[in-house]
């Protein structure tokens, strides 16, 4: 099963999806570095279903995607075209409201990892015209996701010394999901 990585806004994921990558990589997953254009917020409101068609263009159905931020959003159009396995959807800049409707007959798990100190997505939501929203920092409202607390600020979660939820806990996190599934992964 391949892992591919979904930069967001402003990265080429060297900071977060792609060190998460590596971690996966040590634990004996395939990772793939999507390799994204780097957006700035005004490109991102305007590429967002172009970067998500490259991303359908690389993907296999059964694939898995770790994505973050802006990242995240361009997944979730993605998934209007690929069955991916599983989708780890760290802090995205996407609405509460974002209904997964498909998901019901693909089988696709997301997961989102939200904190409610991440300063960066809620004051991101507050762009006029922007698909953005405060998910990255509520959760989604969406019965299908599975809503995973975490702590600290937008990038936290891809820093090594992150105090509890770190890069290690979640690489280690998306393995057990990988191997054993919801009931013995937690």
Not at 64 to 71: C, L, N, Q, R
Not at 94 to 102: A, E, L, N, P, V
Not at 123 to 138: K, Q, T, V
Request: contains cysteine; proline residues 3%; hydrophobic residues 35%.
């Amino acid at each position: 099963m391949r892992i591919l990585g979904v930069n967001g806004i402003k990265s080429t994921g060297k900071n977060s999806t792609d060190v998460l990558g590596t971690e996966l990589q040590a634990l004996g997953h395939e990772f793939i570095d999507v390799n994204q254009p780097v957006r700035g917020a005004w490109g991102a409101r305007w590429h967002a279903e172009m970067d998500a068609r490259a991303i359908i263009e690389l993907a296999q159905d059964g694939d898995v995607v770790i994505a973050h931020s802006y990242g995240c959003l361009k997944t979730s159009i993605a998934m209007r075209g690929i069955n991916f396995h599983s989708v780890f959807l760290f802090r995205p800049a996407m609405s509460r409201k974002h209904r997964f409707y498909r998901l019901f007959n693909t089988g696709t798990k997301v997961y989102c990892i939200y904190s409610r100190q991440d300063y960066t997505v809620i004051g991101g939501s507050l762009l006029a015209f922007h698909p953005f929203g405060i998910a990255g920092a509520r959760g989604f409202k969406d019965p299908f996701v599975h809503n995973l607390k975490s702590e600290g600020a937008h990038s936290d979660d891809f820093h090594y010394d992150s105090p509890k939820y770190n890069v290690l806990y979640w690489a280690n996190y998306i393995d057990k999901q990988l191997k054993y599934g919801e009931k013995n992964g937690k």
